[in-house]
């Protein structure tokens, strides 16, 4: 009887998997594919394997400039959300009053507010910074990266303060007693104590930046500046839609997070576990 249920269950993961990783096949099986073969059958193999469709997706989605502005954006955003969010949930975490719980419930009642639902607020306040202020925030790598920073730090506070908390007081009033300021109590004893759970929020946030294009859309309009999201667009014409070039396109943008992933994923679970549990 535990055989057969163990052979039930194991057949059911499998088609759970399989279902998952259909779509992967379905990208990887028709990049290689002319649009005659793509259309004659989607799920079939491809008579051949040859990169030509990649080269084409690679030229036509200028692949250069939009691998670098991708990765700039992205690093970068993350760097400050990284050092921004953990001194934040410290403090927050450290200080027991009021104030400190308002500030910490307020960064998770943003979490539930829908981006769709605050854009055009947003694309107002930013235009009135630029015209008032003559800080450029449309089109600019560096807007975009200031309101990602906003967007991203709610949830990297929220599991950062839930680590934070497991971490004992004694450690901090220790190096104070040695003579170490805030500032290094911070980045000698409590920053690198951070680290599975800095992993899980590195990638958490690297995969939902790369991925992003809604925000992209709204504040890039140089061909320059397009991340790879809005370059990957490019092959979704408003008459036609060029499919095989699509899927290349889309395998080139899956490629670097899969590798970032695939090389960080052991701390992504404990990192997870122990900032919302602990």
């Known amino acids: 009887m535990k055989k057969t249920t163990n052979l039930i269950k194991n057949i059911l993961l499998f ?6 990783l259909s779509p992967i096949y379905i990208i990887i099986a028709n990049s290689f594919k002319d649009r005659q073969e793509l259309y004659t059958n989607v799920l079939a ?9 990649y080269l084409e997706a690679i030229q036509k989605m200028n692949f250069m400039s939009a691998l670098g502005n991708s990765l700039y954006i992205t690093i970068v955003s993350v760097v400050f959300i990284v050092i921004l969010s953990s001194m934040t949930a410290w403090m927050l975490a450290r200080t027991d009053n009021l104030l400190s719980n308002i500030i910490f419930m307020t ?17 107002q306040l930013m235009g009135t910074i630029t015209n008032e202020l003559g800080i450029p925030m449309f089109n600019t790598r560096e807007g975009l990266i200031f309101m990602h920073i906003g967007f991203h730090s709610s949830l990297s506070v929220f599991l950062y303060h839930g680590f ?7 450690l901090e009033e220790a190096a104070t007693i040695d003579g ?4 290094g109590v911070f980045w ?17 946030n690297v995969i939902s930046i790369w991925n992003d294009y809604l925000l992209p859309s709204l504040t890039l ?4 500046l397009r991340t790879f999201p809005l370059s990957t667009f490019y092959f979704f014409g408003e008459f036609t839609i060029q499919w095989n070039l699509a899927m290349a396109g889309l395998m080139l943008t899956i490629i670097p997070v899969v590798i970032f992933y695939a090389l960080a994923q052991k701390h992504i679970i404990k990192g997870i576990g122990d900032g919302a549990v602990k």
Do not use: N
């Open 15 to 20: 088609l759970v998997a399989l279902l998952f």
């Open 221 to 224: 309009t140089d061909r320059g």
């Open 45 to 53: 193999l491809p008579e051949s394997f040859g990169f030509q469709y």
């Open 107 to 123: 960064f998770i009642a943003t979490m539930l507010i829908p981006f769709q639902t605050i854009m055009m607020p947003l694309m």
């Open 188 to 204: 000698r004893v409590i920053f690198p104590m951070l680290k599975p759970i800095t992993v899980t929020v590195m990638i958490l």
């Open 180 to 183: 170490a300021s805030k500032f």
């Open 164 to 170: 934070v908390k497991s971490i004992p007081r004694t």
